[in-house]
């Protein structure tokens, strides 16, 4: 079993700037990929961003290319998103998660946080 406990979010205007954290724990950091997802209002809930147990490999949205980052300190079990350049449509509960493999979709995954909320005013 993998424990996870997403922070971070809050109130930022569009334009601005936030790094979410995960902290996990339970099971070797190291050998689990990680991933994070968002889920809008009225919207399904979709993948953002993942990243390989090594920290080498990551992948990413179309939507959040080239302004959101993933990272991982498997010193400190925790895994990153910096989100930069934030728009309104990015409005969301941001959830992370953890997989027995490196993937970008949701059934792929099999621990899940309580997810933090993301507001990106105009």
């Known amino acids: 079993q993998v424990q996870l406990v997403e922070s971070g979010g809050g109130l930022v205007q569009a334009g601005g700037s936030l790094r979410l954290s995960c902290a996990a724990s339970?099971?070797?950091?190291?050998?689990?990929?990680m991933g994070w997802f968002r889920q809008a209002p009225g919207k399904e809930r979709e993948f953002v961003a993942t990243?390989?147990?090594?920290?080498?490999?990551?992948n990413y949205a179309d939507s959040v290319k080239g302004r959101f980052t993933i990272s991982r300190d498997n010193a400190k079990n925790t895994v990153y998103l910096q989100m930069n350049m934030l728009k309104p449509e990015d409005t969301a509960v941001y959830y992370c998660?953890?997989?027995?493999?490196?993937?970008?979709?949701?059934?792929?995954?099999?621990?899940w946080g309580q997810g933090t909320q993301v507001t990106v005013s105009s």
């Open positions: 998660a953890a997989a027995r493999r490196y993937n970008t979709v949701e059934r792929g995954y099999d621990y």
């Open positions: 339970g099971r070797t950091f190291s050998s689990i990929a």
């Open positions: 990243i390989s147990g090594s920290g080498v490999w990551s």
